[in-house]
């Protein structure tokens, strides 16, 4: 029997007659679902339910923008998904870490894992039970006039949203009933079978001279908003008693469009854009409408970028060529600020985002069909790995040049286009691409965080 290896894509060859297989056991939960038409763009709402939530089942809430075939037919959906079922375990099981096979043990857990208790209470499903688990969904649907490029929700008020459509208007809605409608509601639009119903919005900005993708809520001053075009444009949002004044004099320093933004974490008027240049620039809303700073990021489009809110002088970019770079914004001037350089991906870079609980993980997805996980305070200890080995039986044989800060690797979705962590769930990332959506846990991911998040 050959033994089991790393399949990386890019690298090894798939015949024809091969199908790869998902490892159940790589995951604490792993859900697909899909919502209708195709959704470039979506974002996690905030909730009610508690910080560091870490018991199965979970409720998230989200919203989302389709990109439908006809420009009538798109809407943005808001939705409640219930009944995320998962099961928590060790990376190590502690039989082994003790010295022991942990193989009885195994087995008895594999044979009444679904099995109900003395007392009447179901026991923890296996990992293969909770697969086929079905979630419960809920949604509202608002109609909107063109494909969705982006969507966010303010992070103070995530009841109100910003879309970026592919007509070229930048619009806030305020979707306060229709959430309290599902939260409130078992049956409110139940399994997403919802009519399209029909709302103004409660802000409408015309005066981009083309589409864009980039848009971003401020975290420390409600309301605060960007919007970034294709021609290079960024118009800033100001809020004005629930209307939004935005000024009509755009920054401008880019050559070409701008395709992500994101406010400082730490500095409230600081914020930093990427652009189809390959540069990225650093702004201050009180210092004029040209860059305070500019450096070039990468030799190919950078497309989107992320400011760690944990470690706020840290900033990841992700670019057209596949490559990734995290720059220590301290060290801009002195030249070269890149503290780490990946060129594992081959496909372009679609995604990236710090982790919400460890200031040294992030997540990332790219056109090759992959979202990698990495820990950049890792580094490779041979001994370490012997030992794991030894301890577990390992028979995976590791390729040599993985990177050590790769942590994980998640396929199966086709055509990923954005990701994100879950700020009151530790370890989850929701990730969307042409064929629907994927909640995930990876199971390493959970024993990496902060004892006390993990706990």
């Known amino acids: 029997m050959m033994p089991t ?21 790589a995951y604490n939960t792993l ?9 470039l763009s979506f974002d996690i709402l905030g909730d009610k339910l508690g910080m560091n939530r870490t018991e199965f089942p979970h409720t998230v809430y989200m919203v989302a923008g389709t990109q439908a075939e006809k420009a009538a037919f798109n809407s943005i959906g808001l939705f409640k998904i219930t009944n995320v079922s998962g099961k928590r375990r060790d990376v190590v099981p ?11 043990e195994d087995e008895d857990e594999s044979s009444d894992s679904d ?53 070229g208007h930048v619009q806030v809605w305020d979707l306060t009933s229709h959430l ?52 290079g444009m ?44 390959g540069n990225v620039a650093i702004w201050d809303i009180r210092r004029g409408k040209s860059p305070v700073l500019c450096f070039k990021a990468h030799n ?26 995290i720059r220590d914004l301290r060290l ?6 890149v503290v780490a350089h990946f060129e594992y991906h081959k496909h372009p870079i679609t995604s990236i985002e710090w982790s919400a609980h460890e200031a040294s993980t992030l997540a990332v997805s790219s056109g090759d069909n992959q979202l990698t996980i990495w820990d950049l305070s890792l580094e490779k200890d041979e001994e370490e790995e012997a030992e794991f080995r030894a301890q577990t039986k390992e028979e995976v044989n590791t390729p040599q040049d993985l990177p050590p800060q790769l942590l994980f690797v998640h396929q199966g979705q086709k055509d990923l286009k954005e990701l994100h962590w879950h700020n009151q769930i530790p370890g989850m990332i929701i990730s969307t691409a042409a064929d629907g959506f994927n909640i995930l846990m990876p199971y390493n991911i959970q024993n990496t965080l902060p004892s006390d998040l993990a706990a």
């Not at 909107?144 to 303010?154: K, L, P, Q, S, T």
């Not at 709302?199 to 605060?224: C, L, M, V």
């Not at 801009?332 to 600020?337: N, S």
Request: hydrophobic share 35%.
């Open 300 to 325: 190919a489009d950078v497309n989107v970028i992320s400011w760690n809110r944990l470690a706020s002088c840290m900033l990841a970019s992700g670019s057209d060529d596949g490559t990734f770079s």
């Open 332 to 337: 801009l001037k002195d030249g070269d600020a």
């Open 31 to 39: 859900h697909g679902f899909h919502v209708g038409w195709p959704c």
């Open 180 to 231: 309290n409608a599902i939260a409130e509601s078992e049956t409110e639009g139940k399994d997403g079978t919802a009519p399209v119903l029909t709302q103004a919005p409660a802000a409408n900005f015309a005066g981009h001279k083309d589409e864009g993708y980039a848009i971003d809520w401020s975290p420390a001053t409600a309301g605060r908003l960007l919007s970034g075009d294709c021609k």
């Open 234 to 277: 960024i118009h800033l949002w100001e809020p004005a008693s629930d209307k939004w004044a935005v000024d009509p004099v755009p920054f401008t320093g880019h050559a070409a469009s701008v395709e992500d933004l994101q406010w400082s974490p730490a500095e409230e008027n600081v914020f930093a854009s990427a652009s189809v240049d």
């Open 94 to 104: 502690k039989t082994l870490a003790n010295g022991g096979d942990g193989m009885e």
């Open 115 to 167: 099995e109900e208790s003395e007392d009447g209470d179901s026991k923890t499903p296996s990992i293969q039970a909770i697969f086929l688990i079905p979630l419960n969904f809920y949604v509202r649907r608002v109609a909107h006039h063109g494909c969705v490029n982006r969507i966010r929700a303010m992070p103070q008020k995530p009841q109100v949203c910003v879309s970026w459509s592919d007509s």
């Open 5 to 25: 290896r790393v399949w990386q894509p890019g690298v090894d060859k798939l015949e024809d007659d091969e199908e790869l297989q998902c490892d159940p056991s």
